[in-house]
């Protein structure tokens, strides 16, 4: 029997044991427990809670110490390209339109196969898992390759097969790319760590018909929907020029949006467009580096977060970036908002961590399941070092982990259950061979 409170002291078993550290559990009593543990078991947390109460009369198959470290809910990065990772420092200090149609656009179409996207895939969630991230959202081409890689890595993924109006490296249509995706998702739709998607690349890459048709689809089999929406003024003044209407605007005018949608950037959003996302439940990326070293424009973060849009964090590819970084995404998103609010108050430490974890995983319609360390949701769990050089002394634990960790702090990565890297040694991917 699995307890399900923590009064429970009959004799039970679980797979996996943590013990000892702090465990910041991310729950709705937002509970950061001194002397931890948690219970793994069938893949869920199976009990969390002080450390004597969770091991009394408790059988362990596996135990790992964590004392005097960290034990936090996976970091959820909402917005990446991981195959992009062999992209990495191509094209550097341009912005989108001509970092995209200069660089990037011909690149892949020079570079881009299934193989291609195998290895960069590869690389990209190694980087991802050493650095505490177990869950990502991922937009590129052959991306049921992608699932391949992830699943085999046991990492947790929202895939979303790229549509785009121009011809691709595995579709040379949108009706192509459409007919692939429904395959992909109907392929993929019921596995424990993959959501396959659609991703249409963005309102200024597609024309309303295919939209619309994207949509139907994603209605008819109950699927996720990725897509870039008003990262550049240009996009909001062309959308805006052509429709008569701003990006997510005119989305919702054709019936896009739902709570089933994925809008990454959001940088060029209006007050009402931040309602709209709220009143559809869309779920957002926020990709703080990505965007400001495009020099794309800083998103209306504290304004989401005031009407308690589901925003989370993502690092964008590493072509852009130039890493898959969450850490770094948690500094950057705090100061940054504090520098253009001009308040320090402005997205404090606890804020940012939020948006690295349950409300990222809001943000991918995931928070049922994972987010945090709760009883019933997947055991999908990072931990972490708190006495390096870098983070001694520490007198609050959120601002410790968005201030001062680095994502060589992370130690040990847990995904649906199972122990993907201990002490920094990869499990389920060849470090060496990927490199």
């Not at 408790?58 to 909402?78: D, E, S, W």
């Not at 996009?235 to 949608?261: C, H, M, N, V, W």
């Not at 908002?337 to 997205?347: G, I």
Request: net charge neutral; proline share 4%; aromatic share 6%.
């Amino acid at each position: 029997r699995i307890p399900h409170t923590e009064k429970y002291v009959a004799p039970w078993a679980c797979d996996l044991l943590i013990v000892g550290g702090t465990v910041v559990t991310m729950d709705g009593g937002r509970r950061v427990i001194e002397n931890g543990a948690v219970a793994i078991k069938d893949g869920k947390v199976a009990m969390v809670g002080p450390r004597a109460v969770v091991t009394k009369n408790l059988r362990a198959k596996q135990t790992i110490n964590a004392n005097g470290k960290a034990v936090i809910p996976g970091l959820i990065n909402t917005h990446t390209h991981a195959a992009m990772s062999l992209f990495r420092g191509i094209s550097d200090d341009l912005d989108l339109n001509d970092w995209l149609t200069k660089f990037i656009f011909p690149a892949e179409a020079k570079n881009v196969n299934e193989q291609f996207v195998r290895a960069g895939t590869r690389l990209g969630i190694a980087e991802m898992i050493k650095g505490g991230t177990t869950t990502y959202c991922d937009m590129y081409y052959f991306e049921d390759a992608v699932a391949d890689e992830t699943k085999k890595a046991g990492m947790r993924g929202v895939l979303g097969e790229t549509i785009i109006r121009f011809p691709v490296s595995d579709n040379k249509t949108p009706e192509a790319a459409l007919a692939y995706t429904e395959t992909f998702i109907k392929k993929w739709k019921n596995d424990p760590l993959i959501v396959p998607a659609a991703a249409p690349h963005a309102p200024y890459t597609l024309e309303t018909a295919t939209l619309k048709a994207i949509k139907a689809q994603s209605d008819r089999l109950n699927s996720t929907v990725v897509i870039h929406v008003a990262e550049t003024k240009k996009e909001r003044d062309d959308i805006l020029a052509q429709y008569g209407k701003t990006p997510a605007a005119y989305l919702d005018s054709i019936g896009f949006l739902s709570d089933r949608t994925i809008a990454a950037h959001s940088v060029w959003l209006t007050a009402d467009e931040i309602d709209l996302y709220k009143t559809r439940g869309v779920g957002s990326a926020h990709c703080p580096t990505s965007n400001m070293k495009l020099a794309s424009g800083t998103a209306p973060i504290p304004a989401m977060l005031a009407k308690d849009v589901a925003v989370g964090l993502g690092t964008d590819g590493a072509a852009s970036n130039n890493d898959l970084n969450m850490w770094e995404e948690m500094d950057l998103a705090a100061k940054l908002h504090k520098l253009t609010a001009n308040d320090p108050k402005t997205l404090p430490a606890e804020a940012a961590f939020e948006m690295a974890t349950i409300r990222g995983a809001r943000a991918l319609h995931l928070d049922k399941i994972t987010g945090s360390i709760e009883t019933g949701k997947r055991a999908d769990i990072a931990i972490v070092d708190l006495d390096s050089l870098n983070q001694v002394p520490y007198f609050n634990i959120y601002s410790a982990l968005v201030y001062s960790t680095k994502s060589t702090d992370v130690r040990t990565v847990i995904i649906n259950g199972r122990v993907v890297m201990l002490d920094r040694r990869l499990l389920t991917l060849n470090e060496s061979v990927i490199k």
